[in-house]
């Protein structure tokens, strides 16, 4: 009686095979990766920038600083994108890239607010950061005046501007067409938020408060305003302070 040779099992590969093909792997990833990056059809031949107003597309072409005939692949979108955002008018920038040659960068203009009066004539037109986005020699219709000792330059993250901006965005149509003038003083307990008082056309004055229970102040103040008073502070609704 013969035994039976028991079958062969499959054969492994050995550790010198693998590390073989892995450096075989490797060096193709690295030929293709060379192949893109050296091509010269994946190249930006085109820039193409969307949502401007306040700035020519051309200067954000300019400050975006991305040549034709630069790997698409190569270039750092993020990179570009923060260099568009140091123009003073631009909020924020995305880039993206559009294969196989174009890169697109739209932008986010800052929005004026309010105006500010310039210490060398003229008015400042600031957004909600308090960046003067643009100057202008007379008092530009429907922007209410921001009353403040600061400078303009100095307005940069300043808190009651920030604030004066979100009340007279939550503002009713029929209250903030009658807003003139605007402050922003800074409250008696810490760490709460400045409280915003409107001067209005017509030489009525709102303490208006915080951007609280907006919705509140502007039920109660509609019909206050029907009387004969001249001030109204509803900065804290359900205790209205008239005289």
């Not at 800074?186 to 408060?209: C, E, F, I, N």
């Amino acid at each position: 009686m013969t035994g039976s040779r028991p079958a062969a099992g499959p054969r492994t590969r050995t550790p010198r095979r693998a590390v073989f093909f892995g450096l075989a792997g490797l060096g193709v990833v690295a030929g293709v990766a060379w192949a893109l990056l050296s091509s010269r059809v994946l190249v930006v031949r085109s820039v193409t920038v969307t949502g401007t107003h306040l700035v020519s597309p051309a200067q954000v072409i300019a400050v975006a600083d991305v040549p034709d005939g630069t790997s698409l692949i190569g270039v750092d979108t993020a990179q570009v994108a923060r260099r568009v955002e140091t123009i003073r008018q631009v909020a924020s920038a995305t880039v993206a890239k559009d294969w196989p040659d174009r890169l697109v960068i739209t932008v986010r203009e800052r929005v004026p607010a309010v105006a500010v009066r310039m210490a060398g004539g003229g008015y400042g037109l600031a957004d909600a950061a308090g960046v003067v986005v643009r100057w202008s020699a007379s008092r530009p219709a429907g922007l209410p005046l921001y009353l403040t000792s600061l400078p303009g330059g100095a307005l940069r993250h300043d808190p009651g501007v920030a604030a004066a901006a979100a009340v007279l965005a939550e503002l009713p149509p029929w209250l903030s067409r009658q807003v003139a003038e605007v402050s922003a003083t800074a409250a008696a307990g810490p760490g709460s938020p400045p409280q915003v008082t409107l001067y209005l056309l017509d030489r009525k004055t709102v303490l208006w408060g915080g951007t609280d229970r907006a919705s509140e102040k502007d039920r109660e103040l509609a019909i206050l305003m029907r009387g004969p008073a001249r001030y109204f502070d509803v900065s804290a609704p359900g205790t209205v302070v008239t005289r």
